[in-house]
């Protein structure tokens, strides 16, 4: 059986097309995306119809390439995108209207679960944590012994630090700092662990971009999914002295975040210091994976 299911988020608006298999577990078939930036849309707390119609472009686009392959309609979810707004119902009846599909808004607590669910498709994640950084919330959950023990999200994120710190397209000396400060209060505020894991799981683009620079840049191989918390480091380090280098390896792997990678890079070795002291798994799946099984396959947790 076949499910198309697009991803309504704060940055990038993506559709993800799988195969279930008879003993379980599904294929990835294909996936299309595109870089939305919803959450830059946003104004006093609300959506702009600009932004509303441009979350209605995308999923009109998805359902033209769904009726080609004679895929029934997209499974819909959206994340911070919609939940951080005050018009939420306004801009959910207004995609219902305009496309003929329903919006699941799915709160930040299970937005984190079904990325730990997603990844755990992936890797056998026990004991340790998770961090998801998305472009408008980050989201982080810990696990003990298989169980879900602590999941909550934080309002910031790759695209939405972009936006509120940063005037140009790379951020400056005094940006950066902007940056460090919020991500500081940020994790500040939050409910993290106690004590940092042996094992803590990354999710997310910027996860993956990152994953895909580093292993670049410490010539590992192309199939590697393990950094340790000082590679983050310098590798955090590398890329926000905005060099030729710098900007070679950002163009050369995630092209079309190229606005948002330092950001997000900045907060990922914030999460990755506060939670990690052994390796960090950078997961190819994630919410989407997780909403898959969790709420269209009742796979459980």
Known sequence: MKFAIVDLGSNTIRLSVYNTLPEGGFDLLFSEKEMAGLVSYVHGGVLSPEGIQRACGAI???QALLRQFDLDAPHVFATASLRNIRNTEEAVEQIRAATGVGVDVISGELEARLG?????????LQDGAMFDIGGGSAE??????GEVKKAQSLP???LELFNRCVDGLWPKKKELERIRSTVAAALKEARLPAHRAERVCGVGGTAR???KIANDWYEKPA???ILTPAEVRRLTKLLLKRDHQARKLILRHCPDRVHTILPGIVLMDALTEALCEGELYISPYGVREGYLCHKLLNAGT
Do not use: C, K, P, Q
């Open 60 to 62: 009109r686009d998805f």
């Open 116 to 124: 730990y669910y997603g990844a755990r498709t992936a890797t056998d």
């Open 223 to 225: 199939g590697n999914r």
């Open 209 to 211: 971009a990152a994953l």
């Open 140 to 145: 982080v959950l810990e696990v003990r012994a």
């Open 156 to 158: 910031i994120g790759s």
